[in-house]
C-alpha cells in the first residue's frame, strides 16, 4: 500500500520532473487503495509516468546513462580522449573503475533503472489483479506500456552491465538481495512480455495515445522485442568471462532471427510508418513535433526544463547566443575517421557529422579530432534553450530505418540475400535519392552472397546511425568490438599521416562565412581538395589531430585494454557494498 501511494504521489507533478509532460490531478488518499488505482484508468495512468520519472532524473538516462553508454566504438567516440585518466574517459576506453567519480553514487543510473523497474513491477502486479485486462481496453493498453517500458530499462541494464538481477515481482524480503542471473533468463522474460503487449498496443495513431511518439506502440514493442531477439542470439561476454553465444535452445539463432523478422516484417507491412528524408528525421526531433505515423517510433520524453541530449551530444556551442543560453554541446562526437566513410553523394554525412562549432553566433571550424553529432542541434529548435543545464530535447529511442535494417538482416539469415535485398535497398535510396546509378552497383556487391550482404548490413548500421548509439551493442553482438576498434585505430593512424584512402586529405583547411553572417563555407575536408583555394576563403587551419590538442597517441586512448575483457562497465562500489555479499564483478576484466 506504501509503495502504491509513493508512486502516485511521486508523478502528480511529473512534468517538472521527468519532463514527460504529463500532468495529474492529485487523488484523494481513499483512493489509492490498489483495488481502485489498477481498475481505474485515470489512476493507473500515473503509474506509467512513474516509471518514466525514474528516466529522467539527474544521474539516470539525463545524465548519465545518454552520455556515457555505447562509446568508444569505431562510430562514436568520447570527445576528450586524451584525458584517459578521466572518470568520464574510463567510462568509455574499456579501463572503468569501480569506484568512478561519474557513477558511483546511490542515486545513479543502475539504482534508477531498478527504481523503474519496481515501479513497473508494482504496476504489473495490480493490474493483472484489478484491471480486467480482458475485458477492458483502456486498462489493457497501461499494461502494455507497463510492459514495453520495462523491457527498454532491461535493455539498457543488458547493455550497460551485461548479466544483472533478475526482478520481475515487487521486492519482499526475501528477495530484497539477488545476484547477478544469467541473462538468458531476462531475455526469455522480455520476449514473452512484449509478445504480450504488443497485443494489447494500438499502432501508431491507432488511438489519442499513440499520436504521440512519447507513448510507446505496437510498432515499438514489436520493434524492441526484434531487438532484443537479435541480441539475445549474438555473441557476448558471459559471467565466466568467456565472449560467445547462448547455449539455451529458445535462444538460438534460427529461432530468434524469426522473431525479428516476423516482429519487423509486420511492422513494414503496417504502413504505419514511412521514411522520411534523411535530415528531415532530425530536423523534425529537434523541433519537437512528437507525432507518430512517421520515422520516429518511441522517445524518452523530456521537458524544456530536463533532459541533455543536445548539452551531451549535439554540436557545441562555446558561447552563448541566440539559439540558446547554455554554452554546450559536443561531450562526445564522431570518430574522426566517419567523415571518410560515406561515399561521395551520401546525403546522411552532413547530416550526421558536423565539422564545425559555434561560437559568438557565427560557425568555426573545430577540430580533426573533435567533431560533432549534426542530429542534435540547439539552431534547429524552434525554440530558444533558456535553461542553463537542460535542453529538453527527447532522445529517439527507435526509428524505422533500424526496424528496416533489422529486417534486412534478419531476412537474410533466413530466407536469403535476395530476398531481403529490398530492405537494403529502402535505406540506400534514401542516402542517395539523387543517384539510382550509384544504389544499383552497391546492391549488386552486396548481394553477392550472403556473407557480403551481412556486412553490408553491419557498414551500413555504422553509416545510418551516427550519434544514435547503437554502434557498440552491435558490434558486441557480431563479436566484433575488438576487431572493429583495432581497425579504427589503424584506420585514425593512416588519416593523421595521409596514407591510403586518406592521401588526398589536405593537412589544411580554409574556411570564410558566408552572407547571412553566421554559415562557415570549408575547403579541404573531403579528399581531392587539396592546395589553396580562391582568395575569398581568407582563414585557414591545420587539420591534424597532433596541432589540434590531442596527443599523438590519439589512437592509442580508443581503448586500453581489450574491449572484449570489458565490454560491459562494473556494478559500482557502492551497489556491491549494500549487496549482503552477491554482487561482485569476477571475470570483467578490472
Request: a neutral charge.
Amino acid at each position: 500500500m506504501k509503495k502504491i501511494i509513493y508512486i502516485l504521489s511521486a508523478v502528480i507533478t511529473i512534468g517538472l520532473g521527468s519532463g514527460c509532460k504529463r500532468t495529474f490531478d492529485t487523488p484523494n488518499e481513499s483512493a489509492l487503495d490498489p483495488s481502485i488505482v489498477f481498475s481505474t484508468p485515470s489512476l493507473a495512468e500515473p503509474a506509467v509516468a512513474g516509471i518514466l520519472q525514474s528516466f529522467g532524473e539527474t544521474n539516470s538516462y539525463r545524465g548519465r546513462y545518454l552520455v556515457n553508454y555505447g562509446i568508444n566504438t569505431d562510430v562514436e567516440v568520447y570527445n576528450s580522449l586524451k584525458s584517459t585518466t578521466g572518470e568520464q574517459a574510463r567510462l568509455s576506453n574499456y579501463n572503468t573503475n569501480v569506484d568512478n567519480g561519474q557513477m558511483n553514487t546511490d542515486n545513479n543510473a543502475w539504482a534508477k533503472f531498478y527504481e523503474g523497474i519496481e515501479r513497473a513491477n508494482l504496476a504489473v502486479s495490480g493490474l493483472r489483479k484489478y484491471g480486467n485486462i480482458a475485458a477492458n481496453p483502456e486498462m489493457a493498453q497501461i499494461l502494455g506500456e507497463v510492459l514495453t517500458i520495462r523491457a527498454v530499462l532491461y535493455n539498457d541494464l543488458i547493455k550497460g552491465w551485461g548479466d544483472v538481477p533478475a526482478r520481475f515481482e515487487p521486492i519482499e524480503l526475501a528477495t530484497n538481495y539477488l545476484p547477478r542471473s544469467d541473462r538468458d533468463v531476462i531475455y526469455k522474460q522480455l520476449l514473452a512480455d512484449l509478445a504480450e503487449a504488443q497485443n494489447y498496443l494500438p499502432w501508431p495513431n491507432g488511438n489519442a495515445k499513440t499520436s504521440s511518439v512519447e507513448h510507446v506502440s505496437k510498432a515499438f514493442a514489436k520493434g524492441l522485442r526484434a531487438r532484443l531477439a537479435l541480441g539475445a542470439c549474438g555473441y557476448a561476454q558471459r559471467l565466466d568471462g568467456t565472449v560467445r553465444l547462448s547455449t539455451d535452445p529458445d535462444l538460438t539463432s534460427a529461432k530468434m532471427y524469426a522473431i525479428a523478422k516476423k516482429e519487423c516484417v509486420d511492422i513494414i507491412d503496417s504502413k504505419s510508418l514511412k521514411l522520411l528524408a534523411f535530415k528531415d528525421v532530425f530536423v523534425k526531433l529537434n523541433e519537437e513535433a512528437g507525432a507518430a505515423g512517421l520515422e520516429s517510433i518511441w522517445e524518452i520524453p523530456f521537458s524544456e526544463n530536463r533532459g541533455r541530449v543536445i548539452f551531451d551530444l549535439g554540436v557545441r556551442h562555446t558561447t552563448t547566443d541566440k539559439y540558446t543560453a547554455q554554452a554546450r554541446g559536443g561531450n562526445d562526437g564522431p570518430n574522426p575517421i566517419m567523415y571518410y566513410e560515406y561515399e561521395t553523394g551520401d546525403v546522411r554525412r552532413d547530416v550526421s557529422i558536423v565539422s564545425y562549432e559555434w561560437t559568438n553566433g557565427i560557425q568555426v571550424p573545430s577540430a580533426l579530432s573533435r567533431q560533432y553529432f549534426g542530429k542534435y542541434r540547439y539552431e534547429w529548435m524552434k525554440r530558444r534553450v533558456t535553461n542553463t543545464n537542460d535542453d529538453g530535447l527527447n532522445w529517439m529511442y527507435m526509428r524505422y530505418a533500424d526496424v528496416v535494417l533489422m529486417a534486412a538482416e534478419a531476412v537474410n539469415a533466413i530466407d536469403g540475400h535476395d530476398a531481403a535485398a529490398p530492405y537494403l535497398k529502402m535505406i540506400r535510396d534514401r542516402a542517395f535519392p539523387n543517384d539510382p546509378a550509384k544504389v544499383a552497383t552497391f546492391m549488386t556487391a552486396a548481394t553477392v552472397s550472403d556473407a557480403t550482404f551481412q556486412l553490408a548490413i553491419e557498414n551500413e548500421r555504422a553509416l545510418e546511425f551516427v550519434g544514435e548509439m547503437l554502434r557498440k551493442a552491435d558490434l558486441i553482438r557480431w563479436n566484433k568490438l575488438s576487431s572493429k576498434l583495432n581497425e579504427a585505430k589503424t584506420k585514425l593512424i593512416q588519416l593523421e599521416n595521409r596514407q591510403g584512402k586518406y592521401a588526398t586529405v589536405n593537412t589544411k583547411i580554409y574556411y570564410k562565412t558566408l552572407a547571412d553572417g553566421e554559415t562557415v563555407q570549408i575547403y579541404g575536408l573531403n579528399p581531392g581538395e587539396t592546395g589553396v583555394p580562391d582568395a575569398s576563403y581568407t582563414l585557414n587551419k591545420t587539420w591534424t589531430m597532433v596541432s589540434s590538442g590531442e596527443p599523438t597517441s590519439y589512437w592509442e586512448s580508443l581503448f586500453i585494454k581489450d574491449p572484449n575483457l570489458q565490454q560491459y562497465w562494473p556494478i559500482w562500489q557502492v551497489f556491491l557494498n549494500n549487496s549482503n555479499g552477491l554482487l561482485n564483478n569476477k571475470n570483467l576484466g578490472l
